[in-house]
Structure formats: C-alpha cells, structure tokens
C-alpha cells in the first residue's frame, strides 16, 4: 500500500459526533492534517480560509445539504477531491451527487478501513495531478494537461469535476481502444477504491452531455457491449 502524501489537508464536514471524532482521530492517525465542521456554515468558512486536498462531506446537515456545498466548490473552481458520505443511497442520490461535482460516494453505514482506502486514493490523485504542457485536441476541444482545462472552438472553458476530466484524457489517451468498466475505474479511480461499474455509465453520460456531443461531432465516444466504452476521433 502507497503511503498518503504527507502533506494531504483533509476536512471532514459531518454532524454527527461520535462519527466526526472517530474518523477525525483515524485520519489524523494517518498522517493526514484534519480539520472538521458540524454545519454547512462552518464548512464554508473552512474551505475559504484553507485550501484541502479532499472534503469528506455528509449530505444531511443541520442547516442544509452537502450537495450545495459540492456545488459551490466546483464553481469556485476549487481543487479539492469530494467524497460524499451519506445514508442517502438510493441511485438518483447518487447521480445527483456526480452531477454536482462528487469524486466519490460512501453509503452510510460504512466500513472504516474501506472509507479510508477510498479517502487515501482521492488525496494520492489530488497530489499526482499532472504538470505536464501537453495540450489534446479533439473535434473543437482542446485539453490543457498543465492548467487542467478544456477549451471549445471560442477559448472557452468547460466547466468539468476533477474525475469527469481525469477520464476524458484516459479515454483519449486510449482513443480506439476498447476498455473494461475495471480498467477504467482502476486508472481514473484508483485501485484501492471500492466503485460500483455503473459509476463509470454515470460520468461517460454526463461527459457526453457536457461536450455536447451529436451524430455531427468528430468523435464518440462508444459503449462496447460486454466490454465498457472505446474514444473514436472521427478524422
């Protein structure tokens, strides 16, 4: 197992007590530099003054919901990992939380050695993210590795979560390739995280609706049945 980075500033926004201490002490435990908030008040207040590596965000707060708060990070373009944890787990709760910028959903009542699997990958791919200058191009996009942005035809940003533009460059990277909902989840999510292979459906179709993407555009990006999805870029 890969050690967390030793720098990684994780909030914990969660109202419950006994479950903030217990996962605070954990991580703290890990090496990890923790802070926590009982409300969505508190939380923003945090997230203006420190700049986290991941937020591990409970849904149900005492003065509204976690999903405002996803929102609102990803708005402010922020660059932190989001893992909602929740007892809402029925598959509309969970879309709902992909849409607004989740990286990663919990159900509740959760196992702690799995959470903090999950946890550890998020914060290991906050820290990898890549430096590199390449820029992809493809139909009327192109994709600034060093920035993390796509750009349209006008030199316009795309408005994507971390994990919905860490798959767009994997598939494009592997454009004509066909590849497993396994693989796809290994490389983008990580191995150590846990994620249902539905997950995947669930960000190919909003990345689909994101790029805008008709029968005219000069890419697709395929399901593969029995198999997972495969990037076309059509000449």
Not at 137 to 152: E, G, M, P, Y
Not at 171 to 178: D, N, P, Q, T, Y
Not at 187 to 213: A, C, M, P, Q, Y
């Amino acid at each position: 197992m890969n050690p967390p980075p030793a720098s990684s500033r994780i909030l914990v926004v969660e109202d419950d007590l006994n479950l903030r201490l217990t996962l605070v002490d954990n991580l703290e435990e890990e090496g990890h530099a923790v802070e926590a908030a009982s409300t969505l008040a508190e939380a923003r207040g945090k997230v203006k003054s420190t700049d986290f590596d991941v937020v591990v965000l409970d849904l149900m707060l005492p003065d509204g919901d976690g999903y405002t708060l996803c929102r609102e990070l990803r708005q402010a373009a922020a660059s932190c990992r989001v893992l909602m944890l929740t007892a809402r787990s029925l598959e509309d709760d969970v879309v709902r939380g992909f849409e607004v910028g989740a990286d990663d959903y919990v159900p509740k009542p959760y196992r702690l050695r799995e959470l903090l699997a999950r946890i550890r990958a998020l914060a290991r791919r906050g820290a990898g993210a890549s430096s590199s200058t390449e820029v992809l191009a493809f139909d009327r996009f192109r994709v600034d590795l060093a920035s993390r942005r796509i750009l349209n035809a006008s030199n316009q940003p795309l408005e994507l979560t971390r994990t919905e533009f860490d798959l767009l460059v994997y598939l494009l990277r592997h454009a004509g390739k066909a590849l497993t909902r396994d693989q796809i989840l290994s490389s983008v999510w990580g191995e150590e995280v846990v994620v249902d292979g539905h997950t995947v459906d669930n960000f190919v179709s909003n990345l689909r609706k994101k790029l805008e993407w008709t029968s005219t555009s000069r890419f697709e990006i395929r399901s593969v049945r029995g198999v997972g999805y495969r990037m076309d870029l059509l000449g």
